[in-house]
């Protein structure tokens, strides 16, 4: 088995690829610290290597994020234990372990909006977030201010560079398209 590594605008994350399917289509899942990973086997042993402070499956990729700790020390346990995962065909999470997509809040009048919303952004916004390492998730849209609240998992939460991508990209693509948001929040 070989695993490829990739760099993520986030210097404090990396992006494992096994070559093979990590969460696929059943959607992300998202460890935010050591006490979230009991629900896969694979999070807990990834938050053994000293320094692991985040752990985030995505279709075809696992993210890690460090906390402190220097890459050329971390890389091989980190590897070591996807290896070893996979080659033992362990199961990546207890049964219906999968993140779970809230539907969002907003007023029901703002359907249509939330609708051009929530597919601008498993369309466009999505995939490129998704080649950097993590995930968005909508999270609700304010009609009276025209603001949207999104949440930013994997290598985009705490990324510096984060703030800068829900600015400049996300909130310049959907003003442009969808005339009553106003702004982008994260949440």
């Avoid at 990834?46 to 050329?72: C, M, N, Q």
């Avoid at 809040?105 to 977030?129: H, N």
């Amino acid at each position: 088995m070989f695993i490829q590594t990739e760099t993520t605008p986030n210097p404090a994350t990396l992006k494992f690829l096994p070559g093979r399917e990590v969460m696929g289509e059943a959607g992300v899942a998202d460890f935010p610290d050591r006490e979230s990973a009991h629900r896969s086997s694979l999070a807990q042993t990834l938050f053994e290597v000293p320094g692991v402070s985040r752990v985030f499956f995505g279709s075809d990729f696992i993210s890690v994020t460090k906390a402190e700790g220097d890459w050329r020390n971390l890389k091989a346990p980190i590897l070591g234990a996807i290896m070893d995962h996979f080659t033992r065909g362990a199961l990546l999470l207890e049964s219906g372990a999968a993140d779970a997509e809230e539907a969002g809040s907003y007023a029901e009048g703002d359907a249509d909006i939330v609708s051009q919303i929530k597919e601008l952004i498993d369309t466009r916004v999505r995939p490129a977030v998704a080649g950097d390492g993590g995930d968005i998730v909508f999270k609700g849209f304010d009609g009276g201010s025209g603001v949207v609240f999104l949440h930013l998992r994997g290598s985009c939460a705490g990324c510096p560079s984060s703030s800068l991508t829900l600015k400049n990209g996300i909130e310049n693509m959907l003003r442009h398209y969808i005339p009553e948001v106003t702004a982008v929040e994260a949440v």
